[in-house]
């Protein structure tokens, strides 16, 4: 696959006339990183993902917005930053607390069905369910939107419920990551499954993963990365498959294709920050005005897939939107691209990032406390609490008792990606960096002002929306550790901690 300048294909993207409208569809895949052989990986195949970038477009340098799974799909369905609509804190705004969006923000779906469009949400396969398993009974897919919004912007689960001709707005939502589940039980299910189920092969070899430096090489941690790679595994298969079905209906040619996913993979620095290892993604795009077998290095974001899908279909976008059209012809590559981290289940924190062509600078709003901070959700993950036995063992290696156990973080964070791709070496005081760091400061500044940030909530939001959690969850000792944790950081915030 060839790198080329991005001038050199903006001409690609040309507008459709209504006639010729094409379809769009957008494979959206849950707690998965750039572990694909198209983007390096080398302990797996990943032969239909590779196919897709080999007949498009592949963006190495493509980032979300935010971390987690309900304020990147709240930006993703908007084109908008999740904090320029307040739906930045995770699964908020879903019981007695109440989000709407700013006027002139919508969520595209609606866009694409006044426009004439079919908008369904599904699996992408009649056979198949988001988990890739067999299902007679299909449904629509993952939403998870931190807003009020209408379920009437989806027609169906599925395109082949539209009329004839009609184009059709398309979200295959696959479990992604997920699928290797938080438990040796889990894995172990996976392991079976990879050996059963045609076409995946046999389970990846734990002994022949590669693990960032700062995850042990314990035969737990090597175990649950190696099921993580059977989960890419099993997404490419359902994206193999989806390929086929549209080439099978002799649409594939006028469809335009979009596959990424909604985050990295869910880990002890991954999901939920914003190192590479929570925010860059994959992002491949094939289909008309797309060119073939091509790559691009330039900064991108995850929002800007909502423009370029209404502007591959013709429709005008929003004014206020802030995604913006990295096909158009006068498309000017971004100089810098932007990601926030917020409160996510119980556990309260503000980060907020900018990243260049060579620099990642972070900005820790709570630096007392520690990177691992108490958290339902993380903490319930078999290989989290292996971390913290090992750290309390004295088994882990200075640089992970360094950056996972610290108490505290440092306020400001500066690394230089060709020499440290990982995020370990902090350059926040190096005196050689300061004009760098205080430029990326005043970014990161102007950002927040230009987005109108609104910050942490209020104590009475907090509140409400954990106690709108803590009744959503079915098991006992799950909310009394929620109420317990949430406790601790009513507790931390009076402090000014």
């Not at 479990?175 to 889990?186: D, N």
């Not at 995946?200 to 090597?222: F, I």
Request: charged letters at 25%; glycine letters at 6%; a positive charge.
């Amino acid at each position: 696959m060839k790198t080329v300048l991005p001038v050199l294909f903006l001409l690609c993207a040309l507008p459709v006339s209504a006639a010729n409208q094409p379809n769009v569809l957008w494979f959206v895949v849950d707690d998965m990183s750039a572990n694909f052989s198209c983007y390096g990986e080398k302990t797996i195949q990943t032969p239909a993902v590779d196919q897709l970038a080999e007949d498009g477009l592949l963006f190495t340098r493509a980032y979300a917005t935010s971390p987690v799974c309900s304020t990147f799909r709240s930006a993703m369905i908007t084109g908008m930053y999740q904090n320029s609509i307040g739906s930045h804190h995770h699964r908020s705004g879903r019981g007695k607390h109440r989000i709407q969006l700013p006027e002139g923000v919508r969520p595209i779906p609606e866009l694409f069905q006044k426009a004439g469009y079919f908008t369904c949400i599904g699996s992408g396969l009649p056979t198949h369910d988001y988990r890739s398993l067999p299902t007679t009974k299909p449904r629509r897919g993952k939403t998870d939107y931190n807003f009020d919004w209408d379920a009437k912007i989806y027609d169906s689960h599925d395109w082949a419920d539209r009329r004839k001709e009609q184009p059709f707005f398309m979200q295959v939502q696959l479990h992604g990551g997920k699928l290797r589940g938080a438990s040796e039980k889990a894995y172990q299910a996976l392991s079976a499954r990879m050996g059963k189920q045609a076409g995946l092969g046999p389970p990846t070899a734990p002994q022949k993963v590669s693990l960032p430096p700062y995850y042990p090489r314990d035969p737990l941690m090597l175990q649950d990365w190696a099921a993580y790679l059977d989960t890419v595994r099993i997404t490419d298969w359902h994206v193999g498959q989806v390929m086929k079905r549209l080439k099978k209906e002799g649409i594939l040619e006028n469809t335009l294709v979009v596959f990424f996913t909604d985050h990295g993979i869910s880990h002890a620095r991954g999901k939920q920050f914003l190192y590479d290892e929570g925010t860059h993604i994959p992002l491949i795009l094939r289909g008309p005005g797309v060119p073939r077998g091509k790559k691009r290095n330039d900064l991108v974001e995850h929002i800007d897939v909502a423009a370029l899908s209404l502007a591959a279909a013709g429709i005008a976008m929003p004014e206020k939107m802030e995604g913006v059209d990295v096909l158009a012809s006068d498309y000017k590559p971004k100089q810098a691209v932007f990601a926030a981290r917020d409160r996510c289940g119980e556990a309260v924190d503000r980060i907020r990032s900018v990243r260049t062509d060579e620099y990642l600078y972070i900005k820790n709003f709570y630096p007392q406390r520690p990177h691992l901070m108490p958290s339902n959700y993380k903490d319930s993950k078999i290989i989290i609490k292996r971390l913290r036995e090992l750290y309390a063992a004295g088994k882990l290696n200075p640089l992970a008792e360094k950056l996972l156990f610290s108490p505290m973080r440092s306020t400001e964070e500066l690394y230089l990606y060709g020499e440290d791709p990982w995020q370990v070496k902090n350059l926040v005081d190096d005196p050689k960096q300061a004009k760098v760091l205080q430029r990326l400061r005043k970014r990161v500044e102007a950002w927040v002002e230009k987005t109108g940030d609104p910050g942490p909530e209020t104590p009475e939001v907090y509140v409400l929306e954990t106690e709108d959690q803590m009744k959503s969850s079915r098991n006992p000792a799950s909310r009394a550790n929620y109420r317990k944790n949430s406790e601790l950081y009513k507790r931390w915030s009076s402090q000014g901690k």
